[in-house]
């Protein structure tokens, strides 16, 4: 409630009268004066009352008379008195209505009773109402109020003693406090104090303001007591403790630093009495050394005195604190006293009371930042800030290494420990620390047997000191053991804690740094520092300064630290420091934080090279801090901790085992939050970091699984791992933070994730390194981290791929297959997973990131090792799979690695590989890129050529079909494509000024591809292997044929010349190179048909094959080849291929060629496109000639013309050539000479008579001889004589080849049947159609007729001497053995027989012709049959001579009469010598019938005989006139010997009867009679002939009667020998039939000479009546017969004629 209110004022009012009357009553007696004085003021107070307003304002204008009547009544010294007195005046102070008169006069009278020592409290109390409640009291008035209250403190009384004390405090404050209103009330005047001159206090105080001055006086004055001397402004001190006097200067320090701050008066003081002062107090402490003993030194030492040396301090703290920017070397010079008492020789509670103030500064980190920017950076300072920190350090480590002197360590020792006393018992054994008994064993150090357990000493962030508070202490506390290392551990961690929370906020980051994104904090961090350039200098050297010694400290209490607490914050401390130095970019601090963090994980003496390299620039290295040392102590093995696993060290050489504590495990952990929160600014640290994770996951045993992710390992790695409970429940967190460790690298910005990348490529060479030359399982901890950070880093893949990709090539070349197998893991996963994640911009825009993502798979191609190549090769596989439809650009690539494969790879590789390409063309031939179509048909090729595995190479030529196919049917696209292209390259090569460079250039892309597709069958077609051959040829022409249609006309250019001729080529080669070499068998058990058996045998085959397809394609495509330049001259290339397979010694390709020769030259031939009929109906279909059929593996090659095509081809077949065929004669003559020449060669006998010589087979001379009816109708018109010779040769060539023995059964069935092989009836057609041609030919032609006849007569004359084949041994077949290689001679005679009927056919018809004629025919031809006429018997075959006869009496009925047309010309006088020995040899054989030739048979021969004279009785005799004298004396002499029948002796009796040619003796005797008495006789010298003759006959006949007659008289009853008998039958034959001749004959014919004999024959006849024989009997009678007509008269006429 306010005073000031009416009512307030009404009850102020009140209560003074109240007071008044009550002060009245109690002086009434003893007091008058008093009594009075109250009464007037009842009066007066009354006065004021009654006035309306302003009453406050009159008491207070009178207060000293109001005051009055109170203050006479404490001056009566009465207690009752007084303290009403006093309880009145507080009352008036509280209202404020006191003046300054008045309140002198209080002070005046408070300061009596306080001389008197009375009411001591309340007067306090009055003079802290009157202070506190207005400022009227001052200046003098002030001092005087305060020296009550100081005199008052001294008193004997305790309370008063105690209650002054605070009202001191409490006083010196409220004069500050006014001096701070009255600062407030005057703030917006700016008044300019002037300067100070010199130090005088009186003329200092001149300018401050009233309050201002009461406040500086006071404050002078508390130096001047402090310092012991006489005050200025408190008169009437009387004495004063410095432990006092320390506290209030500290109270005012401390609440009211801005009055120093503001003020220069106040400044000054400071610096000039305050710093001074403490310094001065200060120097006991300084000099005193514990321990030393007087003598030592001169003078004597001054010990340190606790309450003041604590309370120095308090204010050092609070200078520091406040006035750090006003007394910046006096603060050096604090600090560093500070810095020196925590000496060990100090004792120990200064030690803790220094500690307790270091600590005190270290929770300001702006403090210490200062300190760090006004010492430690300024030159010819002194370090203070990196002091203070290494003196902690020291600190820790003397209380480590000094044993206690003031206290033992049996002070606190825990339970466990209790019995053991000292430090010793920390060596007692692990169990030492408390383990034992079930008590919780305290928080503890223990390091190398001292043991110091941990105390709760502060709350973290906050310094509150234990002793620094102990103000009522006098004599120095003991120090518990552990409290001063707590204190100063306390001092580490705030010290970090503040340092870091402050850059924090300094680089714009409240938030502590777990920010999602550090890429953000580095921006941030660099645009601060560019604002404020000296902001980061001064981190910088913060950090320089106390890192050291922060490491120093901080390693130590790690490795003693035994409480998990204690450990989490010595690491978390270590870890911010490290995070903290990353981010100023402090290389060298933040390697050696995060080393120890490293080691701390690790065993003891664990040998890892990373970390000690980095420790080794920390290490022997001792910073010296005013002449103390602070070592860098390695973590002790003594560590006093639960072991929790045990495990192999990851070494080259396998060692024993090392153990990991909780605390290795808890440091681990650290690591991982280290790495995994402040990645970012790890830099080249990463190495360390991630070597020490190596070795823990090592020594753990865990092992990557997918992903990269670690998964806890089986107990494989044997038995040396051991892990306990604990730890295995530790282990799937820890390989889960792992795991999210290289997870957050997404967080990373690129220059820390490249850093992080560099770190595990350098610990996985590492990890290759050990890996050498051992099988021991290898550390694929980098590598599976590698694989895990390029997966979470997938959206910025670009930055990292190359390094990263780059060292996992690396990886998978390495020997040892475990880490190979993980590298190439690693890499495919990468792949798959960069190809299927969805990148902005997607892949299939971004071309070159996809090449980039699939390069890695083609490096892997280079790599030997074949696991390595069977996971590229899955890989591509899934690839496929999963994204072949977007590979787009990549193709080249992928079909690069399908590809890659080698002969050496082995048979499963090559199948991985060959599935992949089975894929890419059954799904993805349409949707690659065109240009990539080249790439497929090249890799198929090489899959073809792999000789691993025979069905790959048989499947792939079927791909290439596949291939070709859609070719076929996208074409269109596919040339578009193509096409642009194209375009596109052609302006790039003419930038460049570079031709462009493709296989087969000048030709259109697509007919380019086309050609690869070609060429690649090509190369397949000369493989090794006879399948492969045979496969690829079929698929070569089979798409040449189908899909030829496709390519350019030029196009077909390249195909003949670089594909067809060029495989020609080769095959001709190869195949006259092959090994002759039997070939067991097929690999396996396959068995290998004889006709296979040998590489010379399969070429053939191909041979045949290849060749074959050529031709094939030349006659399909003749018209379009026809229309190419070069026609000819291919046409002439394709002949020459042709001969020389026909003259190969192989007779399966020269037969073969032959039917190519055949087909190609169309012997059907093809019409014109424009010629085809529309109606197929009326064609009449001849019989194809299919010259190849094909088979094998591949598919069946059919004939790929259209029906339409072949229809019209055969239609055109019987049309007269068209003008074009002109052109076309050039072509024609080409192949008749290519004929030529492969007839003469083939049929030209060996010159030597070795059995092995190469005789070509009876098919292969058919089918050459076959071809020249259909070549002949393609050159009739220009065939010459020389060219039937030619033909000639050839054709006799032909027929003379023997045939081998083991060929002769299929060829000749059986000798004795007369049938014409195949090649006789083809040479026979030949001479046939010349014949035929000749015939309806032009006139011109015909002198080839004579020709003709030569070379059918020299084929008739092999009826009885066959051919000779050179030199060439031939047997019988009837002696020849199958399976010998002999040569077997043919049987020519049905061939020769043949030969000679078509010899007398063409005669008939030829006969009149002027060449058959004058070229002499006829004889050739008889002199030709003379042969087998005169041979009758002796010939070959008996078939011969009667055919030889029947067919000499055709030819001369047809040949004579032409010979007496042409007598004159003497055309013929050659012909008739020959005739007469024809008939002479003929009739007159030499040979002797066969015995067994039956009476039939010879009779039959009998009538042939007979023919032959009757033919000259019809033929020739009747025209003697026309015939030569010498020819018609031949016939007669011949008929008279047939006539005359000779007996001849060697006859048995038997045989007689039929021997004896009595029908032809007949015959010739009739003739010979017809001819001599014909009337025809022209000269006389023929008549002469025959009569002489006839007389011949007729002795003849005489004389054989006669002596039979004599010997049938003197045989008697014996028979005559059975010649003579037929031989007198035959003579009495002849009589009788010369007696018809007579008969028949004109009388004047016949000479009187020959009746004469006739007539002298009958006394003869008669007498043989007598003989016995019954056939002679009968002859007899025949004879006598005619013998009637002579029984008459004779005429006279006649008679006298003759006379």
Not at 505 to 517: I, N, R
Not at 652 to 665: R, W
Not at 745 to 768: F, R, Y
Not at 1646 to 1661: E, R, S
Request: proline share 6%; with cysteine; glycine share 6%.
């Amino acid at each position: 409630m306010s005073t000031s209110t009416p009512e307030a004022v009404k009850k102020l009012v009140d209560n003074m009268q109240t007071d008044l009357r009550s002060l009245s009553m109690e002086c009434k007696k003893k007091f008058p004066p008093v009594k009075e004085a109250a009464e007037s003021g009842i009066v007066k107070i009354k006065t004021i009352a009654a006035r309306k307003t302003g009453i406050l304002a009159a008491l207070k204008e009178n207060s000293s008379e109001v005051v009055q009547p109170f203050l006479m009544g404490c001056g009566t010294k009465e207690p009752k008195i007084t303290q009403l007195c006093l309880a009145a005046i507080q009352r008036l102070m509280t209202h404020e209505v006191v003046s300054e008169t008045a309140a002198g006069n209080i002070i005046n009278m408070l300061w009596q009773l306080m001389e008197n020592g009375l009411e001591e409290l309340k007067l306090l109390q009055t003079v802290l109402v009157l202070l506190t409640t207005n400022t009227v009291a001052h200046d003098e008035a002030l001092s005087k109020a305060i020296v009550v209250c100081f005199r008052l403190h001294f008193t004997k009384d305790n309370i008063t003693n105690n209650t002054a004390a605070a009202t001191v405090r409490q006083v010196v404050t409220v004069v500050f406090e006014r001096m701070v209103a009255e600062d407030e009330r005057h703030k917006g005047i700016i008044e300019q104090p002037p300067a100070v001159q010199g130090n005088s206090n009186r003329r200092s105080s001149s300018t401050l303001r009233p309050c201002a001055k009461d406040a500086y006086m006071l404050f002078q004055d508390l130096c001047q007591l402090v310092n012991a001397d006489a005050p200025y402004w408190l008169a009437g001190m009387t004495e004063m403790t410095r432990t006092f006097g320390l506290e209030l200067l500290e109270s005012v320090l401390n609440d009211f630093p801005q009055v120093f701050l503001q003020h220069q008066e106040f400044s000054f003081l400071l610096k000039e009495r305050v710093c001074p002062l403490v310094i001065k107090l200060f120097s006991p402490n300084i000099k005193f050394r514990q321990g030393s003993n007087a003598t030592s030194s001169p003078a004597p030492v001054e010990k340190p005195y606790f309450p003041i040396c604590m309370r120095l301090l308090r204010v050092v703290s609070v200078l520091i604190k406040h006035f750090f920017s006003l007394l910046v070397t006096e603060c050096e010079i604090f600090l560093s006293l500070l810095v020196k008492f925590l000496d060990g020789d100090k004792p120990q509670w200064l030690r803790a009371v220094a500690v307790e103030s270091i600590h005190r500064l270290c929770v300001q980190p702006h403090l210490l930042r200062s300190f760090c920017q006004s010492y430690d950076m300024k030159q010819h300072s002194t370090k203070v800030f990196r002091d203070i920190v290494n003196a902690l350090g020291s600190f820790i480590q003397s209380l480590f290494i000094v044993p206690n002197v003031g206290n033992p360590a049996i002070v606190n020792t825990p339970a466990g420990a209790a019995g053991a006393g000292g430090p010793a018992t920390a060596q007692s054994g692990p169990g030492a620390a408390g383990v034992s008994g079930g008590v919780t064993p305290q928080p503890a150090f223990e390091y190398r047997g001292t043991w110091i357990p941990i105390m709760t000493v502060t709350v973290q962030g906050s310094a509150k000191a234990t002793y620094l508070e102990m103000l009522d202490k006098v004599e120095p506390p003991s120090i518990p053991e552990g409290y001063a290392m707590s204190v100063a551990f306390s001092c580490l961690l705030d010290l970090v804690r503040g340092i870091t929370s402050m850059l924090e906020k300094e680089l714009g980051q409240s938030a502590p740094q777990t920010s999602p994104d550090p890429a953000m904090v580095q921006k941030q961090s660099s645009e601060q520092s560019d604002k404020e350039p000296g902001t980061r200098a001064v981190w910088v050297e913060m950090v320089n300064a106390c890192w050291c010694g922060l490491l120093a400290a901080l390693s130590l209490l790690l490795d003693a630290s035994t409480d998990e607490t204690a450990t989490e914050n010595i690491l978390k401390a270590e870890l911010t420091m490290a995070s903290l130095c990353g981010r100023l970019s402090l290389v060298t601090p933040r390697d050696a934080f995060i080393t120890a963090i490293c080691k701390a994980s690790l065993p003891p003496h664990y040998a890892l090279t990373v970390l000690s390299s980095s420790a080794s620039t920390l290490t022997n290295k001792s910073f010296s801090i005013q002449g103390q040392n602070v070592q860098i102590i390695s973590p002790s093995s003594e560590s006093h901790q639960q072991v929790v696993a045990v495990g192999q060290p990851l070494t080259v050489q396998p060692q024993g085992t090392v153990v990991l504590t909780a605390k290795n495990i808890q440091c681990m952990r650290t690591l991982l939050n280290l790495a995994h929160c402040h990645g970012a600014v790890l830099g080249t640290s990463w190495q360390l970091v991630l070597a020490t994770l190596q070795h823990l996951v090592w020594i753990l045993g865990l092992k990557p699984g997918s992903g990269g992710a670690l998964k806890p390992g089986r107990a494989v790695e044997g038995p040396s791992t051991v892990l306990t409970t604990a730890v295995m429940t530790d282990l799937p967190v820890i390989a889960n933070i792992l795991s999210r460790l290289f997870e957050s690298s997404q967080h990373l910005d690129d220059v820390s994730l490249h850093h992080l990348i560099n770190a595990l490529c350098s610990l996985s060479m590492e990890a290759m390194d050990m890996a050498y030359g051992n099988n021991k399982e290898p550390s694929l901890f980098a590598v599976a981290k590698l694989l895990e950070t390029g997966l979470v880093n997938m959206d910025r893949i670009e930055i990292l791929w190359r390094p990263l990709t780059g060292h996992l090539l690396e990886v998978c070349q390495h020997p040892n297959s475990r880490m190979r197998e993980w590298g190439a893991e690693a890499v495919t996963a990468l792949i798959k997973s960069g190809l299927i994640y969805k990148h902005e911009p997607a892949l299939s825009q971004n071309q070159r990131l996809q090449l980039l993502l699939l390069n890695p798979l083609k490096e892997l191609s280079n790599i030997v090792h074949a696991d390595i190549r069977q996971k590229q090769l899955e890989c591509v596989l899934q690839i496929l799979q999963s994204q072949g439809d977007s590979l787009g650009p990549g193709w080249p690539l992928v079909l690069g690695v399908i590809g890659a494969i080698r002969n050496d790879q082995g048979e499963s590789l090559i199948r991985t590989a060959f599935q992949c390409l089975q894929l890419v063309v059954t799904d993805f031939l349409p949707t690659m890129p065109c240009t990539c179509l080249q790439i497929v048909v090249d890799v198929a090729g090489s899959f073809g050529l792999q000789n691993q595995e025979l069905n790959i190479s048989l499947t792939s030529i079927g791909l290439l079909w596949n291939i070709s196919d859609h070719f076929f049917q996208r074409g269109e696209t596919i040339e578009n494509e193509l096409d642009k292209e194209e375009a596109i390259l052609e302006k790039q090569a003419k930038e460049k000024g570079v031709p462009l460079n493709r296989p087969f250039h000048p030709a259109p892309p697509f007919d380019c591809l086309w050609l690869c597709l070609y060429a690649t069958l090509g190369e397949l077609c000369v493989d090794p292997r006879p399948a492969v051959r045979k496969s690829a040829g079929q698929t070569l022409f089979s798409t040449i044929t189908a899909h030829g249609t496709l390519l350019q006309q030029a196009t077909w250019h390249t195909v003949v010349w670089k594909v067809l001729f060029h495989l020609l080529d080769r095959v001709r080669k190869s195949s006259t190179t092959a090994d002759k070499e039997k070939i067991e068998s097929g690999g396996g058990n396959i068995l290998i048909h004889h006709s296979r058996d040998t590489a010379e045998k399969q070429w053939a085959e191909t041979w045949v094959l290849t060749l074959a397809g050529v031709a094939r394609i030349f006659n399909t495509r003749r018209y379009l080849l026809q229309s190419l330049g070069d026609f000819f001259k291919a046409w002439e290339v394709l002949l020459g291929h042709i001969q020389s397979a026909a003259l190969s010694k192989n007779n399966e390709v020269s037969l073969a060629a032959l039917k190519s020769f055949q087909e190609i030259l169309q012997i059907v031939t093809p019409v014109k496109d424009s010629e085809k009929p529309d109606a197929l109906s009326a064609v009449n279909m001849p019989i194809l000639i299919d010259p190849v059929t094909a088979s094998g593996p591949g598919r069946p090659l059919e004939r790929t013309d259209s029906l339409g095509e072949r229809l019209s081809r055969y239609n055109g077949a019987e049309q007269i050539p068209p003008p074009a065929e002109i052109e076309d004669s050039a072509l024609w003559w080409s192949a008749w000479n290519a004929w030529y020449r492969i007839g003469t060669d083939s049929t030209k006998p060996p010159t030597s008579s070795e059995k092995l010589a190469f005789i070509p087979s009876q098919p292969f001379l058919t089918a050459l001889i076959q071809i020249f009816p259909a070549l002949y109708q393609h050159i009739k018109t220009g065939f010459s004589m020389d060219d039937l010779k030619k033909l000639g040769v050839i054709l006799h060539g032909a027929v003379s080849v023997p045939i081998s023995s083991d060929a002769s059964p299929f060829i000749l069935p059986s000798y004795t049947e007369a049938v014409l092989t195949s090649l006789q009836e083809a040479v026979l057609t030949s001479l046939d159609v010349l014949q035929k041609a000749i015939c309806v030919g032009p006139e011109s032609m015909q002198v080839m007729y004579p020709a003709i006849f030569d070379q059918l007569l020299l084929f008739v004359e092999f009826s009885c001497k066959p051919p000779q084949y050179g030199k060439l041994e031939t047997k019988h077949v009837a002696n020849a053995k199958y399976n010998q290689a002999e040569w077997v001679a043919l049987n020519y005679v049905p061939f020769a027989e043949k030969s000679l009927e078509v010899v007398s056919d063409l005669y008939q018809k030829t006969a009149c012709h002027k060449a058959v004629v004058s070229e002499k025919v006829l004889t050739k031809i008889i002199k030709t049959l003379r042969m087998p006429l005169s041979l009758k018997y002796a010939c070959p075959s008996e078939s011969t001579w009667k055919l030889a006869v029947s067919s000499l009496l055709k030819v001369l009925s047809i040949g004579l009469p032409v010979a007496r047309q042409h007598a004159s010309s003497g055309k013929f006088d050659t012909m008739w010598p020959e005739l007469a020995n024809a008939f002479e040899d003929f009739l007159f054989t030499k040979s002797t019938p066969p015995d067994n030739l039956s009476i039939q048979e010879f009779q039959k021969n009998e009538g042939v005989d007979v023919e032959v004279v009757q033919l000259i009785s019809t033929e020739i005799l009747p025209f003697a006139n026309f015939i030569p004298k010498e020819f018609v004396g031949q016939i007669m002499a011949m008929l008279n010997k047939g006539s005359i029948h000779s007996q001849s002796s060697s006859f048995t009796e038997a045989e007689i009867d039929i021997r004896m040619r009595e029908e032809f003796s007949k015959v010739c005797f009739e003739t010979l009679l017809q001819f001599s008495f014909s009337n025809k006789v022209t000269t006389p010298q023929e008549g002469y002939i025959s009569r002489m003759a006839l007389s011949v006959l007729l002795k003849r006949s005489q004389d054989v009667l006669h002596r039979y007659v004599e010997d049938e008289r003197l045989s008697g009853r014996c028979p005559l020998p059975r010649q003579q008998v037929t031989e007198i039958i035959f003579v009495l034959k002849a009589i009788s039939t010369l007696m018809d001749s007579l008969k028949k004959t004109q009388p004047e014919n016949v000479d009187a000479n020959t009746w004469a004999q006739v007539i002298a024959l009958y006394p003869t006849l008669v007498e043989c009546i007598t003989c016995s024989s019954s056939e002679v009997s009968s002859a007899l009678k025949e004879a006598l017969g005619p013998f009637k007509d002579f029984m008459q008269p004779p005429v006279t006429k006649v008679q006298n004629g003759e006379s």
